[in-house]
């Protein structure tokens, strides 16, 4: 039996800095979230928790009105729902100050409408939320923070957004890999030209004409920089000392399924839950009859979820009388006496 009381979901999970929290759509993920956040921050444990769910709901359950940048809740807790139509437009104004370093000025037009068009592709807003979640994963500790928690969208995305690291560092390669020959053709063209490099017509010396390989550096430098954000988050993000995968589900057949095959996609990818939450539990002793019938299924449930992850830590947490709403009241799903 390795049915827990989540109170000790806490005590598992406090030496462990960066928890992502995924399931189903519905299960509970953003108040599991909310609550470790809440409960963490409780303890004078300074946390943030980041939303990378674009249908957000955090704002919500946490009873406030939250955005991309960080809002301070409490001295210990700061929120963010990470806004993919403001990151996209940060990210491709960066891509474009980057093409701007080294692309011929008559060119631009064509490649800002080229840009334009590319925030819509599809991808473009998943690469660039997840930029932004690994920029925040990797500062988080420089913060002063002890805990990371994310609070993510129904299981695909987290999934994608967990593997995305390794195949954008693949990527980025790439792109570099390209970058590289096309520098080398353009030195062997410069050197072929030295003296339009150097001087001008009249054979004044231009020292700016330097400026262009200068810029190219810079341009490889951002791949470099965004590769090395991938190579890290991807790292900490393997490493199941700091990084903990709480999976949330319901009592129910199609929440089962899909957590069976959100562990063996985990798994694929050398990935592995650290623990499973499962929600809105009903109370067994019942009175009414329906209640009862309802509460009876889910304990039949129960045995086959026990018996399908019997190789991992797992925590029931029973429905509540109302919506939990507010750190205080999340906190509070931590205690015994809840
Ligand atoms: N244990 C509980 N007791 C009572 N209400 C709960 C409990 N857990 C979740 N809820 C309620 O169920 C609804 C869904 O919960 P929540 O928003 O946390 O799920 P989610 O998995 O984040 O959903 P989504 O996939 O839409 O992001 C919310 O209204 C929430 O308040
Ligand atoms: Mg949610």
């Given at each position: 039996m390795v049915l827990q009381p989540l109170k000790a979901l806490v005590a598992q999970l406090s030496t462990q800095p960066i928890i992502f929290v995924g399931g189903k759509g519905g299960v509970g993920k953003t108040t599991t979230a909310a609550a470790l956040a809440s409960y963490f921050a409780s303890q004078g444990r300074k946390t943030l928790i980041v939303s990378t769910?674009?249908?957000?709901?955090l704002g919500d359950v946490l009873n406030t009105r939250l955005s991309n940048e960080k809002t301070v809740l409490n001295p210990y807790l700061d929120a963010i729902e990470l806004n993919p139509d403001i990151i996209v437009d940060a990210h491709f104004a960066q891509v474009e100050r980057t093409i701007k370093g080294y692309a011929?000025?008559?060119?631009m037009p064509k490649i800002r409408e080229h840009l334009r068009l590319s925030k819509s592709a599809p991808g473009a807003q998943e690469a660039a939320m997840l930029e932004s979640m690994c920029q925040h994963l990797v500062t988080a500790a420089d913060g002063g923070y002890e805990h990371i928690i994310f609070d993510t969208a129904p299981t695909g995305h987290t999934l994608r957004l967990l593997v995305l690291p390794e195949m954008m560092g693949a990527w980025t390669d790439g792109l570099l890999a390209q970058q590289r020959r096309q520098a080398k053709l353009r030195s062997i063209a410069t050197h072929l030209d030295t003296n339009s490099r150097h001087t001008d017509k009249k054979g004044v010396p231009n020292?700016?004409?330097?400026h262009t390989p200068d810029r190219w550096a810079q341009a490889v430098n951002v791949l470099e920089q965004r590769k090395e954000l991938f190579r890290q988050a991807g790292l900490l993000l393997h490493d199941r000392v700091q990084t903990a995968i709480i999976l949330v589900m319901t009592a129910d057949i199609l929440p089962l399924a899909e957590t069976k095959r959100a562990i063996e996609q985990l798994e694929e990818n050398n990935l592995t839950p650290a623990a499973i939450v499962v929600n809105q539990?009903?109370?067994?002793?019942?009175?009414d009859p329906f209640w009862q019938q309802r509460a009876d299924r889910q304990q039949q449930l129960m045995n086959d979820i026990e018996r399908n992850f019997s190789n991992y830590p797992i925590y029931p947490v029973y429905l509540q009388q109302t919506d939990i709403r507010g750190t205080e009241a999340l906190s509070k799903l931590f205690t015994p006496t809840v």
């Open positions: 769910d674009p249908a957000h709901s011929n000025p008559d060119m020292p700016f004409a330097k539990l009903i109370n067994p002793a019942q009175t």
